[in-house]
């Protein structure tokens, strides 16, 4: 097969890393009447801040910053992902925000190093599985937050978009999320 160990989780962490927008679909939507929101994606790779990680650790730990503006008003959702490299893809396993830190301060600029066996798995969030298809990658999950609380996950990621779906449901009621996914592009190369 030839290519390093690593080679697909690599790939897959190159089309994730940076900034994003979803400006065009949003101006798409506000001139057809859709409410919709501003949406802007920050991912870093944060492994050089995690301390005594364990040897040969081949995980890409990744804090996700999204921020949403809709009435003028913008709320954070930031989350920190582990990437793993599977045969039949890559995992993305969620983590607790780490102690101190809040929605509005959790950043990848405000991350102190922290150790890694103070970081904990979610036990909510079930770990979604992505594996590519013509250089399209696919995946997803769905979590019971609680007995009545579901949240369906389902991205698709390439080249060109980021696209993202998250939907929470309460006893089958829509809670969050939008009729469309999230479609994200790329703000600038670094």
Not at 43 to 67: H, Q, S, W
Not at 84 to 99: H, I
Not at 178 to 188: G, M, Q, T, V
Request: hydrophobic share 30%; charged share 25%.
């Amino acid at each position: 097969m030839g290519g390093s160990d690593m080679e697909q989780l690599n790939k897959f962490i190159s089309l994730l890393t940076g900034r994003f927008h979803n400006s065009e679909q949003y101006e798409t939507m506000k001139k057809n009447g859709i409410e919709f929101p501003f949406a802007e994606h920050v991912n870093t790779v944060c492994n050089d801040k995690i301390r005594n990680l364990p040897p040969a650790f081949k995980g890409v730990f990744m804090l996700e910053e999204t921020y949403y503006t809709s009435d003028g008003k913008t709320h954070a959702s930031p989350h920190l992902f582990l990437f793993t490299e599977r045969a039949d893809g890559v995992k993305l396993t969620s983590y607790e925000t780490p102690d101190g830190y809040k929605k509005d301060t959790f950043t990848y600029e405000n991350l102190t190093p922290v150790d890694f066996k103070d970081l904990k798995p979610s036990e909510k969030f079930t770990p979604a599985l992505y594996t590519e298809k013509d250089n399209i990658w696919e995946g997803g999950s769905t979590s019971m937050f609680s007995p009545v609380l579901k949240f369906t996950l389902f991205e698709r990621f390439s080249e060109e978009y980021l696209e993202v779906s998250e939907i929470m449901e309460v006893n089958g009621k829509k809670t969050f999320g939008y009729d469309n996914p999230i479609i994200y592009k790329r703000a600038e190369h670094s």
